[in-house]
């Protein structure tokens, strides 16, 4: 399952927003205006094997956001305002 929401001017998502999409495998976020992820964002996707939030204004991502995820996922995340990663 594909959810392609780029191009949106979206600039916030909400914690658990995604919950209940299981099958969801790919998802994309690029070409808006998040300007944070943070944890809980991506709660319940443990199917999701490409995360592309490329071209937004991300400063900061929250040290857990991605921790429901896959270990071989693709995440595409350039082009953004990051100041700091956490570990």
């Not at 099958?23 to 944890?39: A, G, I, P, R, T």
């Not at 964002?41 to 071209?55: A, E, P, Q, R, S």
């Not at 071989?72 to 995340?77: A, I, M, P, S």
């Given at each position: 399952?594909?959810?392609d929401?780029?191009?949106?001017k979206?600039k916030k ?5 995604f919950?209940?999409?299981r ?17 809980n ?15 937004n204004?991300?400063s900061?991502i ?9 270990l ?6 350039h ?9």
């Open positions: 399952l594909k959810l929401l780029n191009i949106n979206i998502i909400e914690k658990n927003t919950n209940g999409l099958y969801l495998n790919s998802l994309d976020l690029s070409y808006n205006q998040l300007e944070d992820l943070n944890n964002t991506f709660n319940f996707l443990g199917n999701l094997g490409i995360l592309f939030v490329d071209k204004k991300i900061s929250g040290q857990f956001t991605f921790k429901d995820l896959s071989n996922f693709e995440l595409g995340l082009n953004q305002k990051l100041s700091s990663l956490q570990p």
